[in-house]
């Protein structure tokens, strides 16, 4: 079966515009969570939603926002972007909350100039 | 809060075994994974411990202590492949559940 799917792979954006990134999760997989990786600093943690609501969320600033659908795709929106969010962003998809191994998209890259 | 720490590099020669630790604090402590990273990909998951004790996946182990906070994943019979960066996460119950990533060790097998 498919994998998790991350729309678009790759992202320019100018500092002060928002964008918008898309998850798909495999298929039946109903928990959805995203990383923020950059160099050196690992994986993260954005936020995990389940069942269309959002159950965590790391910290940080509320430009970072996202959601989840009824058919389990996630989106995350980051609004006036800074140069610092320039970054690979990971989304990993779970049956639910309680399963422990997620899986990885390839991630979205996104670069702010 | 949650923290866990990793050595940032190791260094193996082929055929030899390594050994990754995790120390991690964490207030809803649920499970320690592991994930593997090459340049370039995405994290893919390696093993999981919810209790204490080994667990054997082929050339890969990982192992968890509760009591000491403290984990290791161990790769035996090192291959050029297995050159990628290492993660431990941990699982929080607390507050709704999230998986914390440490930093990464990156792993460099030479021939």
């Known amino acids: 079966k498919a994998g998790v799917t991350q729309t678009p792979r790759y992202l320019i954006k100018t500092r002060g515009q928002q964008v918008t990134l898309s998850c798909s999760p495999i298929s039946g997989h109903r928990s959805v969570s995203w990383y923020q990786q950059t160099p050196g600093q690992g994986l993260q943690f954005l936020f995990e939603?389940?069942?269309?609501?959002?159950?965590n969320k790391g910290n940080f600033p509320g430009r970072f926002s996202g959601r989840q659908f009824s058919n389990s795709r996630s989106e995350m929106n980051v609004s006036t972007l800074e140069l610092g969010d320039s970054a690979l962003y990971l989304c990993?998809?779970?049956?639910?909350?309680?399963?422990?191994?997620?899986?990885f998209g390839q991630g979205t890259r996104l670069t702010v100039v | 809060g949650q923290s866990l720490e990793q050595p940032s590099e190791v260094t193996a020669v082929e055929g030899a075994i390594v050994q990754i630790n995790c120390t991690y604090q964490t207030s809803g402590f649920y499970g320690l994974s592991w994930y593997q990273q090459h340049d370039g990909g995405a994290p893919t998951f390696l093993s999981y411990?919810?209790?204490?004790g080994l667990e054997e996946t082929g050339r890969f182990s990982s192992f968890l202590s509760r009591s000491d906070s403290y984990g290791y994943l161990l790769l035996q019979e090192l291959q050029m492949k297995d050159s990628a960066s290492y993660f431990c996460a941990v699982r929080d119950g607390g507050g709704g559940f999230k998986t914390i990533f440490g930093a990464g060790t990156r792993l460099f097998v030479k021939a």
């Open positions: 939603y389940f069942s269309e609501t959002q159950r």
């Open positions: 990993a998809s779970s049956l639910d909350p309680s399963n422990t191994e997620a899986f």
């Open positions: 411990n919810g209790l204490d």
